[in-house]
């Protein structure tokens, strides 16, 4: 028991959760009986006894859990080995619960962890959708419903649709560029290990006084500065979140940018590659904006500070321009790594080339571009100045066109092809082709600044992001976890559940958000337990899907764990695909390769005669590629 | 891909287009309209409801043609044509909807001006917001209300205030919305031209009420509308409530005429919004309902409950429900006027 609180893991984490917790804690109390101030008695935003420990106590974990032993015995002068791999790689499944430094332990944890969160995020979803199938309340009071869609959606959102993207990028991307880690290992697991501690945040606001932050995910202040103790949770677990996505970006930039094989240049990278640098662009760039000011919030809100109280001479718009400068370009980081993995999807299981594959990838780098030219186009109503409503209009409509292109080239790959219809990934990739472009479609609506003051505010927004997030992003980490599974688990998952999964999954999806336009339009506001009774058909009929797409979810779960321990086992290149990661065994070996493969051509030559991307070590005279023993991937044993 | 097939495909995409459009059209997607407004968004509304269905209808078909002629039969492993691009494609697919997407931005933006354009001989009405209620000033008429009544064919502008948190006013007919942001005064302007009852319905959510924040709205002829600002204010010269009452301060004294204008302070201020209280006829439930609560309550406390609402907490609602603006936005007057009309409705029910 001393050992193990000894040595870095969860026993270890545990104990530096309490003490930093317990530090926090003593802090406050000794500095407010110091002030003469009463000790417990606040007022309900502020609780530092509580907010101090929520920073301390996670730091504390992450120290005990060992993400900073080696920088610490670095920094203090003691002896380190910079090549130490005593935390690479998995031998069992509990070296999943550990710091690890090697990419692919880290890919796996990041998915399944943000798959975690996203079936508590659906949980709460079919809550809501049982509270909305009449109007009137029925289930929750309306106080907890603004607690449970708010949690919704900062699950979803921060825990769920961007890390999952970087969890499968942590897995594939360092495989595709012929690369054998990320650039900076120690900060990929210190990554990783912030990502449950934001999700257990938003989650622990359920139990403090208050209830759950329930200003939406959007956080508006005055309304979240005057808000309860659960909105600070809020506002730190997006700190958390933040800081992890902004390390992993920088890690996937630096690794993109330096450790591509020879051979690999730009022109050569998988367009998930270049997905992944166009996201990383942005989320260095962008995400610092909301963490600073959710900062602001929780300052105004435990300091006293002035930043959003009008009353004081703050400003209340200038909060919605910056999150939404974070924001608006957070739904691209949420969408381009979904793009590069339909493109990779697409490509393999059509035996096509990629059409117009530097126009995809120009594409994507205009996107980037466009996108920090657009973010107040979700606040043409909101009282701003009005002059930058048609400027951001334009820009808005613009953006449609770089999107445009890649749905065409899709399209184009798909013509003269050989369509494995059969594959659940291929089958995700064209349905999210199918409800992605009505979610184009109404954002460009959405864009027009007439149409958007009628319908702001309302469920056609909420049908408009859940076309892009469900029917865009969604459906791209479905396709992507059904491409990648054999690849990361050894095992083949059931083509016949999945295709069950898929089936089930764009029925509810369209049944669910479809309606939702219509009734948005009409004049149902979003954000509301009750609604006028004219809407409570639809809401009924709404519900139903919701549930039918909540229980396809179940049989996705199944076929993950049950495929990951009982399937068969996977070949090395299943779909007989053509970039890096799959010429190796599944899952790969330790450090990928056992020495560093040569790129000599595109990534997409299907029906290319002789054409190669790369060739392995030890492949040079088209011989089989010998791999050493693979290792052992979570519980395939 | 033969000329044929090409001919047959654009022939596919435009029939597609022609289906959707006519049974989409067929719909009024935004409800009644109500307004000179509403026309001009719903007229921008089907001309991109028919564009999308183009740009649907191209993607469909691609989409659909590729399914059905490429599809892989089984065991088949052979790959596809390596087509790597054709740039005059790539170019007309960048240059099309670049073109489409200006020109939609450039009608969008004469719509825009159009629904923005200012009458000279508008109403003016001063909107104020606050949890969970709204208020409705006519300046040249000397009104309140919190009804909205506004006359048919004649252009309103609204000049918005917020007390506590944002919210957004909206009226679904017109189609016109617009935040209402404490700090700011924010305007928008409306032509009903379509007698009616409708609602003012708050969009941005503002609490734990924010569903439920809504006012009635009527469009009536200008003969009703002058009609019912006479009768307004005689009710108020008459009830000695609001601004008024110091004047009438002799009168004040009494009891029972101090509780008039408490009822009418009751409702304006938007207590009924969240309360139920028998003698005002307000039913809601989000906060504690004042028949049972004050009961028990001295004029002092309830006093207290109002300017400092979570002194002391009614079981089942926590801290930070009630907006504790109303020390503000009431003066000492009124809060006695409120307090005396308090004590008196409920002193029966205990």
């Given at each position: 028991?001393?050992?193990?609180?000894?040595?870095?893991?969860?026993?270890?984490?545990?104990?530096?959760?309490?003490?930093?917790?317990?530090?926090?804690?003593?802090?406050?109390?000794?500095?407010?009986?110091?002030?003469?101030?009463?000790?417990?008695?606040?007022?309900?935003?502020?609780?530092?006894?509580?907010?101090?420990?929520?920073?301390?106590?996670?730091?504390?974990?992450?120290?005990?859990?060992?993400?900073?032993?080696?920088?610490?015995?670095?920094?203090?002068?003691?002896?380190?080995?910079?090549?130490?791999?005593?935390?690479?790689?998995?031998?069992?499944?509990?070296?999943?619960?550990?710091?690890?430094?090697?990419?692919?332990?880290?890919?796996?944890?990041?998915?399944?962890?943000?798959?975690?969160?996203?079936?508590?995020?659906?949980?709460?979803?079919?809550?809501?959708?049982?509270?909305?199938?009449?109007?009137?309340?029925?289930?929750?009071?309306?106080?907890?419903?603004?607690?449970?869609?708010?949690?919704?959606?900062?699950?979803?959102?921060?825990?769920?649709?961007?890390?999952?993207?970087?969890?499968?990028?942590?897995?594939?991307?360092?495989?595709?560029?012929?690369?054998?880690?990320?650039?900076?290992?120690?900060?990929?697991?210190?990554?990783?290990?912030?990502?449950?501690?934001?999700?257990?945040?938003?989650?622990?606001?359920?139990?403090?006084?208050?209830?759950?932050?329930?200003?939406?995910?959007?956080?508006?202040?005055?309304?979240?500065?005057?808000?309860?103790?659960?909105?600070?949770?809020?506002?730190?677990?997006?700190?958390?979140?933040?800081?992890?996505?902004?390390?992993?970006?920088?890690?996937?930039?630096?690794?993109?940018?330096?450790?591509?094989?020879?051979?690999?240049?730009?022109?050569?990278?998988?367009?998930?590659?270049?997905?992944?640098?166009?996201?990383?662009?942005?989320?260095?760039?962008?995400?610092?904006?909301?963490?600073?000011?959710?900062?602001?919030?929780?300052?105004?809100?435990?300091?006293?500070?002035?930043?959003?109280?009008?009353?004081?001479?703050?400003?209340?718009?200038?909060?919605?321009?910056?999150?939404?400068?974070?924001?608006?370009?957070?739904?691209?980081?949420?969408?381009?790594?979904?793009?590069?993995?339909?493109?990779?999807?697409?490509?393999?299981?059509?035996?096509?080339?990629?059409?117009?594959?530097?126009?995809?990838?120009?594409?994507?780098?205009?996107?980037?571009?466009?996108?920090?030219?657009?973010?107040?186009?979700?606040?043409?109503?909101?009282?701003?100045?009005?002059?930058?409503?048609?400027?951001?209009?334009?820009?808005?409509?613009?953006?449609?066109?770089?999107?445009?292109?890649?749905?065409?080239?899709?399209?184009?790959?798909?013509?003269?092809?050989?369509?494995?219809?059969?594959?659940?990934?291929?089958?995700?990739?064209?349905?999210?082709?199918?409800?992605?472009?009505?979610?184009?479609?109404?954002?460009?609506?959405?864009?027009?600044?007439?149409?958007?003051?009628?319908?702001?505010?309302?469920?056609?927004?909420?049908?408009?992001?859940?076309?892009?997030?469900?029917?865009?992003?969604?459906?791209?980490?479905?396709?992507?976890?059904?491409?990648?599974?054999?690849?990361?688990?050894?095992?083949?998952?059931?083509?016949?559940?999945?295709?069950?999964?898929?089936?089930?999954?764009?029925?509810?999806?369209?049944?669910?958000?479809?309606?939702?336009?219509?009734?948005?339009?009409?004049?149902?506001?979003?954000?509301?337990?009750?609604?006028?009774?004219?809407?409570?058909?639809?809401?009924?009929?709404?519900?139903?899907?919701?549930?039918?797409?909540?229980?396809?979810?179940?049989?996705?779960?199944?076929?993950?764990?049950?495929?990951?321990?009982?399937?068969?086992?996977?070949?090395?290149?299943?779909?007989?695909?053509?970039?890096?990661?799959?010429?190796?065994?599944?899952?790969?070996?330790?450090?990928?390769?056992?020495?560093?493969?040569?790129?000599?051509?595109?990534?997409?030559?299907?029906?290319?005669?002789?054409?190669?991307?790369?060739?392995?070590?030890?492949?040079?005279?088209?011989?089989?590629?010998?791999?050493?023993?693979?290792?052992?991937?979570?519980?395939?044993? | 891909?033969?000329?044929?097939?090409?001919?047959?495909?654009?022939?596919?995409?435009?029939?597609?287009?022609?289906?959707?459009?006519?049974?989409?059209?067929?719909?009024?997607?935004?409800?009644?309209?109500?307004?000179?407004?509403?026309?001009?968004?719903?007229?921008?509304?089907?001309?991109?409801?028919?564009?999308?269905?183009?740009?649907?209808?191209?993607?469909?078909?691609?989409?659909?043609?590729?399914?059905?002629?490429?599809?892989?039969?089984?065991?088949?492993?052979?790959?596809?044509?390596?087509?790597?691009?054709?740039?005059?494609?790539?170019?007309?697919?960048?240059?099309?909807?670049?073109?489409?997407?200006?020109?939609?931005?450039?009608?969008?933006?004469?719509?825009?001006?159009?629904?923005?354009?200012?009458?000279?001989?508008?109403?003016?009405?001063?909107?104020?917001?606050?949890?969970?209620?709204?208020?409705?000033?006519?300046?040249?008429?000397?009104?309140?209300?919190?009804?909205?009544?506004?006359?048919?064919?004649?252009?309103?502008?609204?000049?918005?205030?917020?007390?506590?948190?944002?919210?957004?006013?909206?009226?679904?007919?017109?189609?016109?919305?617009?935040?209402?942001?404490?700090?700011?005064?924010?305007?928008?302007?409306?032509?009903?031209?379509?007698?009616?009852?409708?609602?003012?319905?708050?969009?941005?959510?503002?609490?734990?009420?924010?569903?439920?924040?809504?006012?009635?709205?009527?469009?009536?002829?200008?003969?009703?509308?002058?009609?019912?600002?006479?009768?307004?204010?005689?009710e108020e010269g008459a009830g000695g409530a609001g601004?008024p009452a110091?004047?009438a301060g002799g009168a004040a004294e009494e009891p029972s005429e101090e509780a008039a204008a408490g009822e009418q302070i009751f409702t304006?201020?938007?207590?009924?919004?969240?309360?139920?209280l028998a003698a005002a006829?307000?039913?809601?439930?989000?906060?504690?309902?004042?028949?049972?609560?004050?009961?028990?309550?001295?004029p002092?406390?309830i006093?207290?409950?109002?300017?400092?609402?979570?002194?002391?907490?009614?079981?089942?609602?926590?801290?930070?429900?009630?907006?504790?603006?109303?020390?503000?936005?009431?003066?000492?007057e009124q809060l006695k006027a409120l307090v005396a009309y308090l004590t008196d409705s409920t002193a029966g029910t205990?």
């Amino acid at each position: 028991m001393a050992a193990a609180l000894r040595t870095p893991g969860q026993p270890r984490a545990l104990l530096g959760a309490l003490l930093g917790g317990a530090f926090g804690f003593g802090l406050v109390v000794a500095l407010r009986a110091i002030s003469g101030l009463p000790i417990f008695d606040t007022d309900p935003t502020d609780y530092p006894h509580i907010v101090v420990p929520a920073v301390t106590a996670p730091l504390g974990y992450l120290v005990g859990l060992g993400c900073f032993d080696y920088w610490f015995r670095w920094a203090a002068g003691a002896p380190t080995v910079p090549d130490d791999h005593s935390q690479h790689g998995a031998h069992s499944w509990r070296d999943y619960f550990k710091f690890n430094t090697d990419h692919k332990v880290i890919g796996i944890q990041y998915v399944v962890t943000s798959f975690f969160f996203f079936f508590v995020g659906g949980a709460i979803a079919m809550v809501m959708r049982a509270e909305l199938a009449q109007p009137g309340t029925q289930i929750v009071d309306p106080g907890v419903f603004n607690g449970l869609f708010s949690t919704h959606a900062a699950l979803m959102i921060f825990v769920f649709v961007i890390p999952v993207f970087a969890g499968l990028a942590n897995y594939v991307l360092p495989l595709m560029i012929g690369a054998p880690d990320m650039a900076f290992p120690r900060l990929n697991g210190l990554s990783f290990w912030m990502l449950p501690i934001a999700g257990v945040l938003f989650l622990t606001s359920f139990l403090v006084p208050g209830g759950a932050f329930d200003a939406g995910w959007t956080g508006y202040a005055p309304l979240s500065t005057g808000a309860p103790l659960g909105q600070s949770f809020f506002n730190l677990g997006v700190q958390f979140a933040g800081a992890s996505s902004v390390a992993t970006a920088l890690n996937f930039l630096v690794t993109i940018i330096t450790m591509r094989a020879p051979g690999m240049n730009f022109w050569r990278l998988p367009l998930l590659v270049w997905a992944n640098l166009s996201t990383s662009l942005l989320v260095v760039a962008a995400t610092p904006f909301i963490a600073g000011v959710q900062f602001m919030v929780l300052f105004d809100r435990a300091l006293d500070t002035n930043f959003f109280q009008p009353d004081a001479g703050g400003d209340v718009i200038s909060y919605q321009h910056i999150f939404w400068f974070y924001s608006h370009p957070a739904v691209y980081i949420m969408m381009l790594p979904g793009f590069g993995i339909i493109s990779e999807v697409i490509s393999t299981h059509s035996r096509k080339p990629i059409f117009g594959y530097r126009l995809m990838a120009l594409a994507l780098i205009g996107i980037v571009v466009l996108s920090y030219t657009v973010w107040a186009h979700h606040m043409f109503v909101s009282g701003m100045f009005s002059w930058l409503r048609v400027p951001m209009m334009i820009t808005t409509l613009l953006i449609a066109v770089p999107t445009g292109i890649k749905v065409f080239s899709w399209l184009g790959t798909l013509f003269g092809s050989v369509m494995h219809l059969y594959s659940t990934a291929m089958l995700f990739s064209l349905g999210f082709i199918v409800t992605f472009t009505i979610g184009g479609i109404s954002g460009v609506m959405l864009g027009m600044v007439p149409i958007d003051i009628h319908v702001s505010d309302t469920y056609f927004i909420v049908a408009h992001i859940h076309f892009v997030l469900f029917g865009g992003s969604v459906f791209t980490i479905f396709a992507g976890v059904y491409h990648w599974f054999p690849k990361m688990t050894g095992r083949m998952y059931d083509e016949r559940l999945g295709r069950v999964h898929f089936w089930l999954t764009t029925v509810g999806m369209l049944g669910s958000f479809i309606p939702m336009h219509w009734i948005g339009m009409e004049g149902m506001p979003r954000r509301v337990a009750d609604y006028s009774a004219q809407f409570g058909d639809w809401n009924l009929i709404i519900s139903c899907f919701a549930f039918l797409l909540g229980a396809a979810q179940l049989i996705f779960l199944y076929n993950m764990i049950v495929s990951w321990r009982f399937g068969p086992r996977a070949p090395g290149n299943p779909w007989r695909a053509k970039t890096i990661e799959w010429q190796v065994s599944s899952p790969p070996p330790i450090f990928n390769f056992p020495d560093i493969p040569r790129v000599v051509g595109g990534p997409y030559e299907f029906g290319v005669p002789g054409a190669k991307h790369a060739i392995m070590p030890g492949d040079e005279e088209g011989a089989d590629v010998k791999q050493p023993e693979p290792t052992v991937a979570g519980s395939a044993t | 891909m033969t000329r044929a097939t090409l001919v047959r495909m654009v022939g596919a995409m435009l029939a597609l287009t022609v289906v959707i459009s006519v049974v989409m059209l067929q719909f009024d997607w935004n409800g009644v309209a109500g307004s000179t407004e509403a026309d001009e968004i719903d007229l921008l509304l089907d001309v991109m409801i028919v564009l999308s269905s183009f740009v649907y209808s191209i993607v469909l078909v691609m989409l659909g043609y590729s399914i059905w002629r490429y599809r892989a039969k089984p065991g088949d492993e052979s790959d596809g044509e390596p087509i790597h691009g054709n740039t005059k494609l790539e170019i007309a697919w960048t240059m099309i909807p670049t073109v489409i997407v200006l020109t939609a931005a450039a009608y969008s933006w004469v719509i825009l001006d159009r629904i923005e354009a200012r009458e000279p001989d508008r109403l003016q009405v001063d909107v104020t917001a606050q949890q969970f209620a709204w208020r409705f000033e006519y300046p040249d008429q000397q009104v309140t209300s919190t009804e909205l009544h506004v006359p048919v064919d004649r252009q309103v502008e609204f000049s918005m205030q917020a007390l506590d948190v944002i919210h957004s006013f909206w009226v679904p007919e017109w189609r016109m919305k617009k935040d209402v942001v404490p700090g700011l005064t924010t305007h928008i302007t409306a032509t009903p031209d379509r007698e009616g009852n409708y609602s003012v319905v708050c969009t941005e959510l503002c609490g734990i009420g924010h569903a439920t924040m809504r006012a009635p709205v009527v469009v009536e002829t200008q003969e009703e509308f002058d009609a019912w600002i006479a009768e307004q204010e005689g009710e108020e010269g008459a009830g000695g409530a609001g601004g008024p009452a110091g004047e009438a301060g002799g009168a004040a004294e009494e009891p029972s005429e101090e509780a008039a204008a408490g009822e009418q302070i009751f409702t304006e201020s938007g207590c009924s919004g969240c309360h139920t209280l028998a003698a005002a006829g307000s039913t809601a439930d989000i906060g504690p309902d004042l028949d049972e609560v004050l009961a028990q309550r001295t004029p002092d406390e309830i006093e207290q409950s109002i300017v400092d609402p979570d002194s002391q907490l009614s079981p089942g609602f926590g801290a930070g429900i009630m907006p504790d603006t109303f020390s503000d936005s009431l003066d000492e007057e009124q809060l006695k006027a409120l307090v005396a009309y308090l004590t008196d409705s409920t002193a029966g029910t205990k």
